[in-house]
């Protein structure tokens, strides 16, 4: 159950909310499936399919956000939209104008959206109240923030705000490459990207390639930054960090695998005992990487 993409936010240190108080806050917004003419629905839905909104274990916190969106191609819509303006064409001896036309698509539209497929999508939010951090495992910054309008509608006043160090990570993966040297408990994996701070945006990406420093330096001295960085921390976890400190490609590694493995009987053992080595080693990564940036940057 890792999360594969992180994307970190900083709450109080400590939070003071029990999984109680958690659970009957998002029961304002609970997932329902949209009707005939939704779009777009949204809501929280059990992480565990059990019916809890929030699965507490350990002190930590694990909900599931929920949405179902209704797919309905434009090629669809153009396609009936068509034949239906021929059918219009033929009746009143002149082809339809343009808001005719743009009327004609709407109604196609609305009477096609019944029948459209549901797809749902599960976005799966972490809290770790006494450490302060809420992490949302996804990839685009697009979701993160309808996962975050959602907690908004539910928690009043949520106090979350983005990570922030004070060495960007940017300049930093520049210069862990440039000396050819990782951080303390981090190594340099095979991937990463280079890119022009100039207008041009010329890009340089090495995959599943060895990094050659002295290559990697005449790319820099040409004016090129590092946006992403495959490392592993601790020999137990492999990411991928990128500029904008997102957390991508998380994997834990067999050592990792094993003491999990070791430790579950059952399926819920299972589950809680993935949860609590996530949230306890990804606790410390976080530590180990904000230390590389010189520190956590806090609002006054």
């Known amino acids: 159950m890792w999360f594969k993409n992180l994307q970190l936010y900083r709450l109080p240190t400590p939070w003071a909310i029990t999984a109680d108080q958690l659970s009957e806050s998002l ?27 929030v699965h507490a274990s350990n002190g930590q916190f694990l909900l599931n956000f929920r949405a179902e969106k209704k797919l309905l191609p434009a090629t669809v819509i153009n ?35 019944p029948r459209a497929f549901g797809v749902l999508k599960d976005t799966r939010v972490w809290i770790d109240a006494n450490n302060g951090w809420l992490v949302i495992d996804a990839a685009a910054s697009a979701k993160c923030d309808e996962v975050i309008q959602a907690l908004n509608k539910c928690i009043e006043k949520l106090p979350l705000t983005p990570l922030q160090v004070v ?8 210069e862990w490459l440039s000396s050819d040297q990782a951080p303390a408990n981090f190594t340099v994996d095979q991937d990463a990207e280079l890119r022009a701070v100039s207008e041009s945006g010329a890009t340089v990406r090495y995959v599943r390639q060895s990094i050659e420093a002295d290559e990697v330096r005449k790319h820099i001295a040409n004016g090129k930054q590092c946006t992403r960085l495959a490392m592993t921390w601790a020999d137990k976890v492999s990411f991928v960090l990128t500029d904008t400190l997102a957390i991508k490609r998380v994997a834990p590694l067999d050592i990792l695998k094993e003491q999990a493995d070791a430790q579950a009987r059952n399926d819920d053992e299972e589950f809680d005992s993935d949860f ?13 990487l904000i230390q590389a940036l010189d520190g956590e940057k806090r609002n006054a």
């Open 276 to 288: 609590i080595l996530m949230s306890t080693e990804l606790n410390f990564l976080f530590q180990d």
């Open 167 to 174: 060495l960007s990570p940017a300049a930093a993966m520049t």
């Open 27 to 53: 029961s304002q917004l609970v997932f329902a499936p949209g009707g005939s003419q939704d779009l777009l629905s949204v809501g929280w839905a059990s992480p565990r399919d059990n019916g809890e909104l």
């Open 79 to 113: 396609q009936v939209a068509k034949a239906k303006a021929q059918d219009i064409e033929e009746q009143q001896g002149y082809k339809p104008g343009r808001k005719q036309m743009k009327d004609i698509k709407e109604e196609v539209r609305i009477s096609l959206l």
